[in-house]
């Protein structure tokens, strides 16, 4: 099991900005991905990133708000949020994949998970 650490949650205002990281050990993946998961909601993607950092992909409901980015020398990737909504509240997840299609955002291309870390938007 290769552990993947999330950081960088916490409490921020409407139209505020959040930056949480994801930590991996030992391996560096070929796509790497955050979803989120609201209280009584279904786990949903919201971005991932190749290896390289040449691809992206987005929801809709964050495009233009949200950046991902990952330093592979680090084994580090990053979201950072700005324009935060409080209907963006949520335990964010990191997750790693090793198959290409995994950039399109389905959790059953994600092999590892983090144990998430919570992002609350006050209104």
């Known amino acids: 099991q290769v552990p993947l650490v999330e950081s960088g949650g916490g409490l921020v205002q409407a139209g505020g900005s959040l930056r949480v990281s994801c930590a991996a050990s030992g391996r560096t993946f070929i796509v790497m991905g955050w979803f989120r998961q609201a209280p009584g909601k279904e786990r949903e993607f919201v971005a991932a990133?190749?290896?390289?950092?040449?691809?992206?992909f987005y929801t809709d409901s964050v495009k233009g708000r949200f950046t991902i980015s990952r330093d592979n020398a680090k084994n580090t990737m990053y979201l950072q949020m700005n324009s935060l909504k409080p209907e963006d509240t949520a335990v964010y997840y990191c997750a790693a994949g090793q198959v290409p299609r995994a950039l399109l955002g389905k959790s059953e291309d994600y092999d590892y998970w983090g144990q998430g870390t919570q992002v609350t938007v006050s209104s």
């Open positions: 990133i190749t290896r390289n950092g040449g691809n992206t």
